[in-house]
């Protein structure tokens, strides 16, 4: 199960971002979309599968919505892979320390 904490403006996400556990994190989101700049930190994820490409797109277009820009941290090599695969890297705003 996925866990989503709030720590100032920065979203920490704690466990599998998969096809079981999106719509629990969607459903935990939305409320937490309140800040101008939030930074969705991923380091806490452990298991990703296609499901986590699409969550992260409907976080961005949910954002958006609200006048929120979103900045993905610490992105997990699994899930840079993917998106690489799917060639949607460059869409994906991130930060690398």
Avoid: C
């Avoid at 466990?15 to 556990?21: E, F």
């Avoid at 969607?26 to 490409?53: C, K, M, R, W, Y």
């Avoid at 998106?83 to 994906?92: H, K, M, N, Q, R």
């Amino acid at each position: 199960m996925a866990l989503i904490s709030k720590e100032g403006s920065r979203l920490r996400i704690q466990g599998a971002m998969t096809v079981d556990t999106v719509n629990a994190l969607l459903a935990e989101t939305p409320q937490a979309f309140t800040a101008e700049n939030l930074e969705i930190d991923l380091a806490g994820v452990g298991e990703v599968d296609s499901a986590s490409i699409g969550l992260i797109f409907e976080w961005l277009r949910q954002a958006h919505g609200r006048n929120t820009s979103l900045l993905f941290v610490n992105l997990p090599a699994s899930l840079v892979s993917l998106a690489t695969l799917y060639g949607v890297l460059e869409l994906i705003p991130q930060h690398t320390h």
